[in-house]
């Protein structure tokens, strides 16, 4: 398998993300619970999308350290 994905801003290839859990403020209401993936090298942030485990509501209870 050959990675052709590389970090826009340092270059390198992307062999390794880093996903971390931030906070995705919505408007005011409710947060929500997000990954965001950033390059092990430099830190740049390349993706961010809502965590799929989060649940809609607010935290359930379940707080999972990641
Ligand atoms: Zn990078």
Request: proline residues 5%.
């Given at each position: 398998?050959?990675?052709?994905?590389?970090?826009?801003?340092?270059?390198?290839?992307?062999?390794h993300?880093?996903?971390?859990?931030?906070?995705?403020?919505?408007?005011?209401?409710?947060?929500?619970?997000?990954?965001?993936?950033?390059?092990?090298?430099?830190?740049?942030?390349?993706?961010?999308?809502?965590?799929?485990?989060?649940?809609?509501?607010?935290?359930s209870?379940?707080?999972?350290a990641?």
């Amino acid at each position: 398998m050959t990675h052709q994905g590389e970090c826009p801003k340092c270059g390198k290839r992307l062999l390794h993300v880093r996903i971390e859990t931030i906070v995705g403020q919505n408007n005011g209401n409710d947060d929500v619970r997000c990954l965001s993936y950033s390059c092990i090298h430099c830190n740049a942030v390349l993706h961010v999308q809502l965590d799929p485990r989060a649940k809609p509501r607010r935290r359930s209870g379940i707080e999972r350290a990641v």
